[in-house]
Nanobody, 124 residues
Framework: QVQPVESGGGSVQDGGSLRLSCAVS????????MGWFRRAPGKEREFVAA????????YYADSVKGRFAISRDNAKNTMFLQMNSLKVEDTAVYYC?????????????????WGQGTQVTVSS
């Protein structure tokens, strides 16, 4: 599968901000949503945010609501994750996919749809 390319990660202090970008050219024509997952050290991948293809409705994990904002630029096939008020617990590798869907309330994506990820490190 064509994999997206994440960028924009880096190292910031607690309370800082970062904006991640995800180039998703050649995404599935009938994708339900695009979105972001992350994997923190010693933990499994977890859902972060999604944006619907049909109407740009957005969805967020409880842990990031009010701090993160997902958006996209359809003309450029790019989506973004604006991360504000970052916390140490946000430290993770962030992955994007152009092929998210929901099954029984859970956000899922084909394993091959993820990019290589971008590292976000938040220090106190």
């Amino acid at each position: 599968q064509v994999q997206p390319v994440e960028s924009g990660g880096g190292s910031v202090q607690d309370g800082g901000s970062l904006r991640l970008s995800c180039a998703v050219s050649e995404r599935p024509a009938e994708s339900y949503a695009m979105g972001w997952f992350r994997r923190a050290p010693g933990k499994e991948r977890e859902f972060v945010a999604a944006i619907r293809e049909s109407d740009e409705s957005t969805y967020y994990a409880d842990s990031v609501k009010g701090r993160f904002a997902i958006s996209r630029d359809n003309a450029k096939n790019t989506m973004f994750l604006q991360m504000n008020s970052l916390k140490v617990e946000d430290t993770a590798v962030y992955y994007c996919s152009a092929d998210l869907n929901q099954r029984q309330g859970r956000w899922l994506a084909p394993l091959g749809s993820w990019g290589q990820g971008t590292q976000v490190t938040v220090s106190s």
